[in-house]
């Protein structure tokens, strides 16, 4: 776990370990870790692209039409790309919240 930028020993001890095991069960079993990590590494990247894409309609919502409700919040947080994409776009010429999130 990281706690202000700085890794806990433990997290450290336990990765340093599992990655010796591997190493240990050979390099098909390297080759799988490797696969794994980056398979998470790629999940992050999207998650960050998608929490980005929220944070950015949030301020644009709240810019044109004021402070949002909570469930419009919850609706924008909980949303799919897709749906993302098409409200960052339609903010543009929408004059409601409720035209906007149809």
Known sequence: MAVGGIQLVGEVETRDRLHDLIVALGPDAEEVYMTIAELHRAEGRVEGRLE????????????????????????????SADQLQAWTARVLTADALDQLLR
């Open 52 to 79: 980005g894409r929220v944070e950015i309609l949030v301020q644009q919502l709240t810019l044109k039409f004021g402070p949002l409700p909570e469930a419009v919040l919850t609706t924008v947080r909980n949303a």
